[in-house]
């Protein structure tokens, strides 16, 4: 059932036809724009789409760090890079571990420096103190005022209108018992206790005090800029913003007229996490004290989460240092029942109510609603903060989109022009069995092309390169089989004998080359490092297409020529 | 159409005069090599800042380099890219690196004397790479051990498919085309990268298939004729192989050549290595490894010949 004409051919079909599948461009549809753009399905390099590529490791020139606490420190950079990166918003972002380094691969990006800065700057935690707010309530007409004065009010005009919906956001916030911010709010409650898990206080309340302001400061929206798009939180000293309006809320308070009208003793710090109330998506921001309780050099280790054996909620176990335990027991002592966040790198990971008095070993008890995850990822988070390294940038790569885009036009010139040059070799000089040939090569293109897009190799420059070398090589298994065929028809056999001797023979010289050639690309793939390996992937691929679309395809094209012909004793070769 | 159909050229008695031909452009290779002080080895391998700046205005390497003086930076590789049509004149820049130097600082370095020189908004780094001196060093290892290992497996093979003796022949061949390579990449002063290391792979690859193939042939003609002098079947099979040798180099050719003319600064030496190698490789597989495969038959025949008297 192989060996039959019309089975060839549907084999080659269904191979074609997967091939070709893989080929056909996506429709991708942007969700805030509403355009569609039509995407070529092979994943492209960096040097090909433009982009950034970082390989970080830890900066440890003593070698102080070994074995098990090398592989830890480098888990826990890692960790803290990838939330940095996916807060800074990058499509399809690449981070992973090779060996004791980080390869970071970004693509598009259009402000380099900045990201690199993200990406490398030294993990920063920090446990403090949430306000009650009261004094950030009592400077904001001041602060409303800085950013009136530095933006000026015509600028204001603009920014305030759109903040409409603000009203609805206070009425939400002020219903919370009953809304779904409710659900939320107790979701996302936590507290630290220390090892006896006894002490059974009440979580933090939710407090009004502030609504009153919030509502005033709708009425006069044109005039209180920051206060409009404040709403009331799930804890005092947490304000709601509305996602849309963060950017322009964040820039404000970078404003020198801001920082300076902020109270003594308070820093304002925004939360990573989004938090949904009716329709709208908020980011919550938090009035903080300023003296840190303690810092992340005073975290021994945290984790592995764990389950609460009674009560079965997750909790997260963490220690601190010798003398991080003197700082925290006299900080926690003095400031029990209030609330305590988490900052990792100037941003609010997490908060919990401190119940007791906490030194050496504590642990942050989630709330029973929390998932097994969200303990882990706070493990994470803390691990992270806990004995920072710092990184140092070892190689860096940056290539702009418009050098990619020429380098992928040049590419695709010197394809065309490869494989129409070898096509019109292969036509002269075996005249129909050229024909042959060059469905073959049409063939292997399709094989080669849709063998990178469904292994979801990423194509390269070099790979650009190897591909276009590959359509001369291509080519070689098919002139071994047809020498051997004029040799045999030389020799006086008829056509049909003639093509069978021809490809058997020259098997054994095509298997020997493809094979010796597979082990140079197998062994480029396993040393080379991104570029080179993209060379190595089309360089494995094109020998796998090319030795199947020879020994197979050629074949058939040949038997169906044969056929045709019936009985007529010659074959043009 | 057909070349070299029925091709009866006396490969092996010409093989005294292309062993001298040989070993002179071996030789002045490695004089270009020795009077350069060795190969030119890019920033991949020494650690330091690679960056291709495009200039909207016209400028000069004089002008650049002066600005880069001025500056602080010294020690730079200047390169002028000749990009066919294009609108922005590109310029390659190269510092290596040493041990305690930090890559970084000297990009930044490079930038700010950029801008003092030119306005900010009259060049574009399209592409900046920064190695540290470790990871070059690393590279540079890993390229080596590629190397190697690459000609260890495939000789493994060759050991496996055929003949030991084959497999020698086809190594010094091999080792003959990467020695004539590095010597044209000193003479055309190419810089050693990883892209470089790739086509180097990629020619110990091609010129083994070469000779695979004509070897291939002169297992086959050897298995079938016994009464033929060896010199005979080794020279028949070169014949034999002789269209498909130079109809697969040429196909290849076609292909590398539109690379060079086409594909780019960063690709053109890459391709341009490739076409050394190819043309080096199919040169061998005729004038080196059927040669060196008759010597080691004969010289195991005088031997065993002188055994057999005593």
Same mark, same amino acid.
């Given at each position: 059932?192989?060996?039959?004409?019309?089975?060839?051919?549907?084999?080659?079909?269904?191979?074609?036809?997967?091939?070709?599948?893989?080929?056909?461009?996506?429709?991708?549809?942007?969700?805030?724009?509403?355009?569609?753009?039509?995407?070529?399905?092979?994943?492209?390099?960096?040097?090909?789409?433009?982009?950034?590529?970082?390989?970080?490791?830890?900066?440890?020139?003593?070698?102080?760090?070994?074995?098990?606490?090398?592989?830890?420190?480098?888990?826990?950079?890692?960790?803290?890079?990838?939330?940095?990166?996916?807060?800074?918003?990058?499509?399809?972002?690449?981070?992973?571990?090779?060996?004791?380094?980080?390869?970071?691969?970004?693509?598009?990006?259009?402000?380099?420096?900045?990201?690199?800065?993200?990406?490398?700057?030294?993990?920063?935690?920090?446990?403090?103190?949430?306000?009650?707010?009261?004094?950030?309530?009592?400077?904001?007409?001041?602060?409303?005022?800085?950013?009136?004065?530095?933006?000026?009010?015509?600028?204001?005009?603009?920014?305030?209108?759109?903040?409409?919906?603000?009203?609805?956001?206070?009425?939400?916030?002020?219903?919370?018992?009953?809304?779904?911010?409710?659900?939320?709010?107790?979701?996302?409650?936590?507290?630290?206790?220390?090892?006896?898990?006894?002490?059974?206080?009440?979580?933090?309340? +939710?407090?009004?005090?502030?609504?009153?302001?919030?509502?005033?400061?709708?009425?006069?929206?044109?005039?209180?800029?920051?206060?409009?798009?404040?709403?009331?939180?799930?804890?005092?000293?947490?304000?709601?913003?509305?996602?849309?309006?963060?950017?322009?809320?964040?820039?404000? $308070?970078?404003?020198?007229?801001?920082?300076?009208?902020?109270?003594?003793?308070?820093?304002?710090?925004?939360?990573?996490?989004?938090?949904?109330?009716?329709?709208?998506?908020?980011?919550?921001?938090?009035?903080?004290?300023?003296?840190?309780?303690?810092?992340?050099?005073? $975290?021994?280790?945290?984790?592995?989460?764990?389950?609460?054996?009674?009560?079965?909620?997750?909790?997260?176990? /963490?220690?601190?240092?010798?003398?991080?335990?003197?700082?925290?027991?006299?900080?926690?002592?003095?400031?029990?029942?209030?609330?305590?966040?988490?900052?990792?790198?100037?941003?609010?990971?997490?908060?919990?109510?401190?119940?007791?008095?906490?030194?050496? %070993?504590?642990?942050?008890?989630?709330?029973?609603?929390?998932?097994?995850?969200?303990?882990?990822?706070?493990?994470?988070?803390?691990?992270?903060?806990?004995?920072?390294?710092?990184?140092?940038?070892?190689?860096?790569?940056?290539?702009?989109?418009?050098?990619?885009?020429?380098?992928?036009?040049?590419?695709?010139?010197?394809?065309?022009?490869?494989?129409?040059?070898?096509?019109?070799?292969?036509?002269?000089?075996?005249?129909?069995?050229?024909?042959?040939?060059?469905?073959?090569?049409?063939?292997?293109?399709?094989?080669?092309?849709?063998?990178?897009?469904?292994?979801?190799?990423?194509?390269?420059?070099?790979?650009?390169?190897?591909?276009?070398?590959?359509?001369?090589?291509?080519?070689?298994?098919?002139?071994?089989?047809?020498?051997?065929?004029?040799?045999?028809?030389?020799?006086?056999?008829?056509?049909?004998?003639?093509?069978?001797?021809?490809?058997?023979?020259?098997?054994?010289?095509?298997? +020997?080359?493809?094979?010796?050639?597979?082990?140079?690309?197998?062994?480029?793939?396993?040393?080379?490092?991104?570029?080179?390996?993209?060379?190595?992937?089309?360089?494995?691929?094109?020998?796998?297409?090319?030795?199947?679309?020879?020994?197979?395809?050629?074949?058939?094209?040949?038997?169906?020529?044969?056929?045709?012909?019936?009985?007529?004793?010659?074959?043009?070769? | 159409?057909?070349?070299?159909?029925?091709?009866?050229?006396?490969?092996?008695?010409?093989? %005294?005069?292309?062993?001298?031909?040989?070993?002179?452009?071996?030789?002045?290779?490695?004089?270009?090599?020795?009077?350069?002080?060795?190969?030119?080895?890019?920033?991949?391998?020494?650690?330091?800042?690679?960056?291709?700046?495009?200039?909207?205005?016209?400028?000069?390497?004089?002008?650049?380099?002066?600005?880069?003086?001025?500056?602080?930076?010294?020690?730079?590789?200047?390169?002028?890219?000749?990009?066919?049509?294009?609108?922005?004149?590109?310029?390659? $820049?190269?510092?290596?690196?040493?041990?305690?130097?930090?890559?970084?600082?000297?990009?930044?370095?490079?930038?700010?004397? #950029?801008?003092?020189?030119?306005?900010?908004?009259?060049?574009?780094?399209?592409?900046?790479?920064? #190695?540290?001196?470790?990871?070059?060093?690393?590279?540079?290892?890993?390229?080596?051990?590629?190397?190697?290992?690459?000609?260890?497996?495939?000789?493994?093979?060759?050991?496996? %498919?055929?003949?030991?003796?084959?497999?020698?022949?086809?190594?010094?061949?091999?080792?003959?085309?990467?020695?004539?390579?590095?010597?044209?990449?000193? $003479?055309?002063?190419?810089?050693?990268?990883?892209?470089?290391?790739?086509?180097? #792979?990629?020619?110990?690859?091609?010129?083994?298939?070469?000779?695979?193939?004509?070897?291939?042939?002169?297992?086959?003609?050897?298995?079938?004729?016994?009464?033929?002098?060896?010199?005979?079947?080794?020279?028949?099979?070169?014949?034999?192989?002789?269209? %498909?040798?130079?109809?697969?180099?040429?196909?290849?050719?076609?292909?590398?050549?539109?690379?060079?003319?086409?594909?780019?600064?960063?690709?053109?030496? /890459?391709?341009?290595?490739?076409?050394?190698?190819?043309?080096?490789?199919?040169?061998?597989?005729?004038?080196?490894?059927?040669?060196?495969?008759?010597?080691?038959?004969?010289?195991?025949?005088?031997?065993?010949?002188?055994?057999?008297?005593?």
């Amino acid at each position: 059932m192989f060996g039959s004409v019309r089975w060839r051919l549907v084999w080659i079909a269904v191979l074609v036809t997967i091939c070709g599948f893989a080929l056909v461009p996506e429709t991708i549809v942007d969700e805030v724009t509403g355009e569609s753009e039509r995407v070529w399905p092979l994943k492209l390099g960096l040097d090909l789409q433009g982009g950034m590529q970082l390989t970080v490791e830890i900066y440890d020139p003593e070698g102080a760090l070994s074995g098990e606490d090398l592989d830890d420190a480098v888990d826990r950079t890692l960790t803290t890079i990838r939330n940095r990166i996916d807060e800074f918003g990058v499509r399809e972002p690449t981070i992973q571990r090779s060996g004791n380094r980080i390869i970071i691969e970004l693509a598009g990006v259009d402000n380099p420096e900045q990201a690199k800065r993200i990406a490398t700057e030294t993990a920063f935690m920090e446990f403090k103190i949430v306000t009650d707010g009261q004094d950030f309530m009592e400077a904001l007409e001041r602060i409303d005022r800085a950013i009136v004065n530095e933006v000026g009010i015509e600028n204001l005009q603009v920014t305030t209108l759109e903040t409409e919906p603000e009203v609805d956001l206070s009425d939400i916030l002020g219903g919370a018992a009953d809304s779904a911010a409710a659900e939320d709010a107790a979701n996302e409650e936590e507290a630290v206790e220390g090892e006896d898990p006894a002490a059974g206080e009440d979580p933090a309340t +939710d407090s009004l005090a502030t609504e009153e302001e919030a509502a005033d400061a709708v009425d006069e929206a044109t005039a209180r800029p920051l206060s409009a798009l404040l709403g009331q939180g799930r804890i005092l000293g947490e304000y709601l913003v509305p996602q849309e309006d963060q950017p322009t809320a964040a820039a404000w $308070l970078e404003l020198e007229g801001v920082r300076e009208a902020l109270p003594r003793g308070v820093t304002l710090h925004w939360g990573v996490e989004q938090v949904g109330a009716g329709a709208g998506s908020y980011v919550p921001l938090y009035v903080l004290e300023a003296e840190p309780l303690i810092t992340g050099d005073m $975290l021994q280790d945290a984790g592995p989460a764990n389950r609460d054996p009674t009560f079965n909620q997750p909790i997260v176990p /963490f220690e601190t240092t010798r003398r991080g335990s003197r700082v925290f027991e006299r900080g926690t002592a003095r400031n029990i029942g209030e609330n305590m966040a988490i900052v990792l790198d100037d941003r609010v990971q997490s908060y919990a109510v401190i119940r007791s008095v906490l030194s050496r %070993r504590a642990q942050i008890e989630l709330t029973p609603g929390a998932s097994f995850q969200e303990a882990q990822e706070l493990a994470l988070v803390l691990r992270a903060g806990a004995l920072p390294m710092p990184i140092e940038v070892v190689e860096e790569r940056n290539v702009s989109a418009s050098l990619g885009e020429d380098s992928i036009r040049q590419g695709r010139t010197a394809f065309i022009i490869g494989i129409v040059g070898v096509i019109i070799v292969m036509m002269l000089y075996y005249r129909a069995a050229g024909i042959l040939a060059v469905g073959a090569l049409l063939t292997y293109v399709i094989f080669m092309l849709g063998g990178l897009a469904g292994l979801e190799a990423t194509l390269t420059l070099p790979g650009i390169a190897g591909l276009i070398l590959s359509i001369g090589m291509a080519v070689d298994a098919n002139v071994l089989i047809f020498e051997r065929v004029r040799e045999e028809l030389a020799a006086g056999k008829t056509p049909r004998t003639a093509v069978d001797a021809g490809f058997g023979n020259a098997l054994s010289a095509i298997i +020997d080359a493809n094979l010796t050639t597979l082990i140079t690309g197998i062994i480029l793939f396993q040393f080379g490092t991104g570029a080179v390996q993209g060379f190595a992937v089309t360089l494995c691929i094109g020998i796998l297409a090319s030795f199947f679309s020879a020994i197979y395809v050629t074949r058939t094209l040949f038997i169906m020529y044969l056929n045709r012909r019936g009985s007529r004793e010659s074959v043009s070769i | 159409m057909r070349v070299f159909q029925n091709a009866n050229y006396k490969f092996l008695s010409m093989r %005294r005069p292309a062993y001298f031909a040989s070993a002179a452009i071996i030789t002045i290779g490695l004089l270009s090599i020795v009077f350069r002080g060795g190969l030119r080895t890019g920033v991949e391998f020494t650690g330091g800042v690679l960056l291709e700046v495009q200039f909207s205005q016209t400028t000069d390497v004089g002008q650049i380099r002066d600005a880069l003086t001025d500056g602080g930076t010294t020690g730079v590789q200047i390169q002028q890219l000749r990009t066919v049509g294009a609108e922005t004149y590109d310029f390659l $820049l190269r510092v290596p690196v040493g041990e305690e130097e930090d890559q970084n600082a000297i990009r930044d370095q490079i930038r700010a004397s #950029l801008e003092t020189q030119y306005s900010a908004g009259s060049f574009e780094i399209a592409r900046g790479d920064t #190695l540290s001196a470790k990871v070059g060093d690393e590279f540079q290892r890993t390229a080596v051990i590629a190397v190697l290992l690459s000609f260890l497996l495939t000789l493994i093979y060759l050991a496996f %498919r055929f003949e030991w003796r084959f497999g020698v022949a086809a190594v010094i061949a091999t080792v003959h085309d990467m020695l004539i390579t590095f010597g044209f990449i000193s $003479l055309f002063d190419i810089e050693i990268n990883l892209a470089t290391v790739a086509a180097i #792979l990629t020619i110990i690859g091609y010129s083994l298939n070469d000779t695979i193939v004509v070897f291939d042939r002169v297992r086959e003609n050897l298995r079938k004729k016994r009464k033929e002098p060896y010199d005979a079947t080794l020279n028949r099979s070169l014949n034999e192989t002789l269209p %498909r040798t130079v109809l697969t180099s040429g196909t290849t050719l076609i292909a590398l050549f539109s690379l060079v003319v086409i594909g780019g600064a960063v690709i053109r030496p /890459f391709a341009g290595v490739l076409i050394i190698g190819v043309l080096i490789g199919t040169y061998s597989s005729i004038f080196v490894a059927s040669p060196v495969l008759l010597e080691i038959h004969d010289r195991a025949r005088r031997r065993s010949a002188i055994a057999a008297r005593t």
